[in-house]
């Protein structure tokens, strides 16, 4: 199913959109069976009360087509940078551009930071040529960002990468 990126509707979610975007998160994540190790593939990736316990830290942003929700993207200020975290796109609507667009919106969004961070699975090479697509650059430190703005598990901090891009 090919959708035009144009008609999303792009916005905030509230707690009552946590189910919905844990069926994405989840649906997603299926993606990493095929680059993780079995042993650090978490089935289910993500919970409602994960969901909402990450709502407290940052906001989520959904981007919608008609009334369903395509993907997700969370917005979490830590000291001086922003970091984009959880994106998501439903496997049917990935690579149409959804992912750009929830970038497009939050991105102008930021503000007091100097710089955006994402972190991604190394062997995760469809994210990393959209985060470089998007102008992003690969940290020179990858585990000196992760530790520093980060609280992930080991395991995923060892196959994980970041990305940055400057504001200023």
């Known amino acids: 199913m090919t959708i035009d ?10 707690p009552a959109d946590g189910p919905a975007a844990v069926e ?10 095929e680059f993780l190790p079995p042993e650090e593939v978490e089935e289910p990736e993500m919970t409602v009360a994960s969901w909402s316990e990450e709502a407290r830290r940052m906001t989520w942003y959904g981007a919608f087509s008609d009334d369903q929700l395509l993907g ?14 959880h994106a998501y ?7 149409q551009g959804v992912a750009a667009a929830l970038h497009a919106h939050i991105e102008p969004q930021v503000a007091g930071v100097a710089k955006l961070i ?16 998007g102008g992003y650059r690969l940290s020179p430190d990858s585990e000196a960002v992760l530790r520093r703005y980060y609280e992930i598990p080991e395991d995923r901090l060892r196959s994980s990468v970041t990305y940055e891009k400057d504001l200023e």
């Open 89 to 95: 796109v439903l496997p049917a609507f990935q690579r």
């Open 118 to 133: 994402v972190g991604t699975y190394a062997a995760n090479y469809q994210a990393r040529g959209a985060l470089e697509k």
């Open 5 to 14: 990126p144009n008609p999303l509707s792009l916005r905030a979610l509230e």
């Open 24 to 33: 994405v998160i989840n649906a997603a994540a299926a993606w990493y069976a």
């Open 72 to 85: 997700v993207m969370g917005l979490e200020y830590a000291g001086d940078a922003a970091l984009f975290r």
